[in-house]
């Protein structure tokens, strides 16, 4: 278990803002426990349409989330890969300024895919990606592209994989090999927002304040931070036993990657993880083991009406 840290302030301003905060007026319908084969497999159906090759979870927690009460084991201190943490390109859901996390609607469609900007964000990432590969990587090694069913997040993959082909001669030059299909997983989704899932992004700020006191609440329904972590301990304990001293791109979304990279940096809370926001298109290495090369934590600010985040 992270410790957790209760003031007497922390609780106070819990109360307020789950008290008196506005609530959102959509209500959330949960999904029959029926309703898993027919909607599952049309949604399957659509997977190969952008010709990627995929892996998915054995056990499809598609259409819901799991109550996990504790942190999982942290990540080894050792890896036989090295990790980077790729976050989409600017979506028309950012634009918007919606939530998106639904993953009945979104895995393996196309709905709230990059924009224009966010396609050529993705692109850019190719040369951030190649930065960090040149500190790291040994000639002969092969670089393979790990990423979120949702569009905005396949598009990025396929955006970046551009952006290195652009720069093909700083790839040729340290002798890595791109594996250009991109593996779907599903346990890169964005994290699950119950409730709030589709409201004003103003409203993670009901949600991230929670998260630093209690890494297992789902106030709202939404999926606990404990629940992210233990989807990603089984997504690197699955590539550690598929690759070998591979560089291994996870394009995913902005709160699973802070998860990630404070969860394998064996941070004292990840709960914090909000304070370390990815921009759209940022590339980090997933530092193992300590948190000396994070970037300067900013002070949680939850997003006002009208913000992008
Ligand atoms: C890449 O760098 C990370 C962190 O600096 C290290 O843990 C990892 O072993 C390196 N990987 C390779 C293949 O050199
Ligand atoms: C954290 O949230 C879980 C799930 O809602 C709850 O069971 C637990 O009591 C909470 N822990 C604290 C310290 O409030």
């Not at 952006?163 to 594996?179: F, K, M, T």
């Not at 964005?190 to 998260?211: C, K, M, N, Q």
């Not at 297992?216 to 598929?242: D, N, P």
Request: with cysteine.
């Amino acid at each position: 278990m992270i410790p957790q840290r209760k003031s007497l302030v922390g609780w106070l301003w819990v109360v307020a803002t789950t008290a008196f905060a506005p609530r959102p007026t959509r209500q959330w319908t949960r999904l029959p426990d029926s309703f898993g084969p027919t909607r599952f497999h049309g949604i399957h159906a659509c997977r190969p349409r952008d010709g990627t090759s995929l892996s998915v979870l054995p056990h499809s927690d598609l259409q819901r989330v799991r109550e996990v009460r504790e942190m999982p084991e942290p990540l080894p201190l050792e890896l036989k890969n090295s990790y980077y943490l790729l976050r989409h390109g600017q979506s028309t859901a950012n634009v918007a300024q919606v939530i998106s996390s639904d993953r009945m609607t979104l895995a393996y469609t196309d709905k709230h895919d990059v924009t224009l900007s966010g396609y050529q964000q993705g692109k850019d990432a190719a040369s951030q990606l190649l930065d960090a590969l040149e500190r790291n990587a040994t000639r002969g090694e092969n670089v393979v592209f790990v990423s979120s069913p949702f569009a905005r997040a396949r598009s990025t993959a396929r955006a970046c994989l551009d952006g290195l082909q652009e720069l093909d001669e700083r790839v040729q030059a340290l002798g890595l090999l791109v594996n250009t299909n991109v593996v779907l997983d599903e346990r890169l989704m964005e994290r699950f927002f119950g409730r709030l899932d589709d409201e004003a992004i103003y409203t993670y700020s009901y949600v991230w304040p929670l998260d630093k006191f209690n890494v297992t609440h789902t106030a709202f329904g939404v999926e606990s931070v404990a629940a992210v972590c233990t989807r990603l301990h089984e997504l690197v304990t699955a590539l550690e036993e598929t690759y070998e001293r591979a560089h291994i791109v996870c394009v995913s979304h902005a709160d699973v990657l802070q998860i990630a990279q404070l969860y394998a940096a064996r941070a004292d809370n990840v709960g914090a993880f909000s304070s370390y926001r990815f921009r759209n298109g940022e590339v980090r290495s997933m530092i193992l083991g300590t948190t000396a090369c994070l970037p300067e934590p900013s002070p949680l600010l939850p997003p006002e009406r009208g913000t992008k985040v």
